[in-house]
């Protein structure tokens, strides 16, 4: 069992940066695949980034490549995602998740934190 908290969300201007954390408890922590999802309001949750549980890979969605980030801290099971260059578009609730598989299904994670609300003011 894996328990997932997000957190660094906020308000911020277009342009602007965020580093968003997401904190797990649990032993397993290492085991896991990690991703981050984010869900637009009125819209489907949608994949952003995933790393292996070695951190050694990484993925992307196309559209955030460049500009995110998404490293992880075994050893403090902690997961990060550092996102620069926001634009107003990418407002939504980011959720952390654990678990295996292909990466940018929603399906493939296991746990699920409650999510972090970013706000991309234009």
Avoid: H
Wanted: aromatic share 14%.
């Amino acid at each position: 069992q894996v328990q997932l908290v997000e957190s660094g969300g906020g308000l911020v201007q277009a342009g602007g940066s965020l580093r968003l954390s997401c904190a797990a408890s649990g032993r397993r922590f290492s085991s896991y695949a990690m991703g981050w999802f984010r869900q637009p309001p009125g819209k489907e949750r949608e994949f952003v980034a995933a790393v292996s549980w070695s951190g050694g890979s990484t993925y992307y969605n196309d559209s955030v490549k460049g500009r995110f980030t998404i490293s992880r801290d075994n050893a403090k099971n902690t997961m990060y995602l550092q996102m620069n260059s926001l634009n107003p578009e990418e407002t939504a609730v980011y959720y952390c998740a654990a678990g295996g598989g292909t990466y940018y299904y929603v399906e493939s994670y296991d746990y699920w934190g409650r999510g972090t609300q970013v706000t991309v003011s234009s």
